[in-house]
């Protein structure tokens, strides 16, 4: 690797912090502001958000659910309706106390999530079983009081959807938590490459409010885990709050059965934690803002430039392509394009044209290929479909090598301390097995997966007879 290309980012190993840090600002994906714990996202990085947006958002409508937008403030009295719920946001919230020069008679606080905007409203407009279900979703951004920050993973403000919907029955909407779950484990897995757990949240670590929750958990290069999307069954806790009934066939009046679930930006930083290296970012294909960066080569040639912009307008048809005409060297474009993780590069320059070919070079390898004219085409679909399998297959290779088993707790700590990742292991189901493991390891439980496995009899922490396997990890 030339070291000179490469000098403005920290080596992974040397400090992940860091490195993730340069990579984010110097890949031009963000910039700070005067807010503190609040980031600029750039056009670079909001192009990205926008191809995840959008691959979601097709999914959330295919799935029958319709965008709407609810309003951006809570008074105070709304959100203390559902007790638990404002209980497990409260050091998050932040309040509004002034309009202009005069202090409100009630405080409104800047939206941490919509629930109880979404229950205000269903409450006005469901009333008969014709009127269910209703399948809602919101992209909005929300406030949170974060007292540590960094970009995408954890800002005071992010963006994100929020579904919102209502059911007659527990059965539906169980299945709704389930679907939507789903949902977020294609985008993750199909999409942005990324391998995920699919699980259930224990009772401490479920959302706030919620019946129970389901998650997606993804495991970083540093071998911490990221919650990655979650999906939550909120009973009819919010319904009876709110007073949202309706009259079933029979003409009895009934509560709602409530989900949400949600899917922020943090998924970016997973992107750049799971699939970067030393180099910068690694942009899986489908979600890549530019997918080809052509650079000429002796573009001051004669043809050279007529040639490449040609070749732009032929394949932009079929690819996101950008062409680099400006008067930097082709090394400072090989490296720039690199560290912001492009995924396939072509060259072309005089003898090129000569010949009737290009060069591609693979972000993912760093391999060269040479293809001729009449093949550019397919060829670019192939080898992009292929950089993304290969990534996600490099992500799932590096989760594997990081998931251990253990069987007490000292197995647990050692495991956590020697080789950090994803560690399988035994719960009886109390909690205070559970808050000993996070003192004693610094680790949390991330989910119970649904694909369960006996790695043993006993619970990891007490010793006694257990049957619940959890991935337990220290996470972000």
Request: charged letters at 30%; aromatic letters at 10%; a negative charge.
């Amino acid at each position: 690797m030339a070291k000179e290309f490469v000098k403005d980012i920290t080596s992974m190993d040397e400090d992940f912090a860091q490195w993730y840090t340069d990579v984010v600002t110097k890949a031009d994906l963000i910039d700070y502001s005067s807010v503190r714990g609040s980031m600029i996202i750039r056009p670079y990085g909001y192009a990205l958000w926008e191809n995840i947006k959008n691959e979601l958002d097709h999914r959330i409508k295919e799935t029958g659910h319709e965008n709407v937008y609810m309003p951006l403030f809570i008074p105070e009295s709304l959100l203390q309706k559902e007790k638990d719920h404002i209980e497990g946001f409260a050091p998050e919230v932040a309040w509004v106390t002034h309009g202009g020069s005069e202090e409100l008679t009630e405080r409104w606080c800047v939206r941490p999530t919509s629930e109880v905007l979404f229950c205000e409203h269903y409450k006005n407009i469901i009333h008969s079983y014709r009127d269910l279900p209703k399948l809602y979703n919101q992209w909005a951004n929300v406030v949170r009081w974060e007292k540590t920050t960094r970009p995408f993973l954890r800002t005071l403000e992010f963006l994100w959807q929020e579904g919102h919907t209502c059911h007659a029955t527990d059965e539906e909407a169980h299945d709704e938590t389930k679907r939507m779950l789903e949902v977020y484990a294609d985008v993750c897995e199909n999409i942005l490459a990324i391998p995920v757990i699919k699980g259930q949240k224990t009772e401490k670590e479920k959302f706030a409010g919620a019946k129970f929750t389901y998650t997606i958990e993804s495991l970083m290069h540093d071998g911490k885990a990221l919650q990655s999307g979650t999906s939550h069954h909120l009973g009819d806790g919010f319904a009876k709050a709110f007073g949202i009934q309706f009259t079933d066939q029979a003409g009895n009046l009934q509560y709602v059965q409530q989900t949400s679930w949600g899917f922020t930006t943090r998924i970016i930083g997973a992107m750049i934690m799971v699939h970067g290296d030393d180099r910068g970012l690694v942009m899986p294909p489908k979600v890549a803002p530019t997918q080809v960066m052509i650079v000429p080569i002796a573009q001051h040639k004669e043809g050279v430039l007529d040639f490449a912009y040609e070749l732009k307008d032929r394949l932009s048809k079929s690819v996101r392509v950008e062409i680099d005409a400006s008067d930097k060297k082709p090394g400072w474009k090989f490296n720039e394009y690199e560290m912001k993780g492009i995924p396939l590069r072509l060259e072309v320059g005089p003898k090129d044209i000569e010949k009737g070919q290009v060069i591609l070079a693979r972000r993912d390898t760093g391999e060269k290929i040479i293809v001729s004219m009449e093949e550019l085409d397919e060829k670019l679909n192939q080898i992009l479909d292929d950089i993304q399998k290969n990534i996600f297959q490099k992500a799932s290779k590096h989760r594997e090598e990081r998931t251990s088993i253990a069987s007490n707790l000292d197995h647990l700590k050692n495991n956590l301390e020697t080789k950090p990742g994803f560690v399988k292991a035994m719960w009886c189901g109390n909690r205070e097995c559970e808050d000993k493991v996070k003192e004693e390891t610094g680790a949390t439980s991330r989910c119970m997966p649904f694909e369960q496995e006996a790695v043993s009899d006993k619970c990891v922490c007490c010793g006694v007879t257990a049957n619940q396997m959890v991935y337990w990890a220290k996470a972000y």
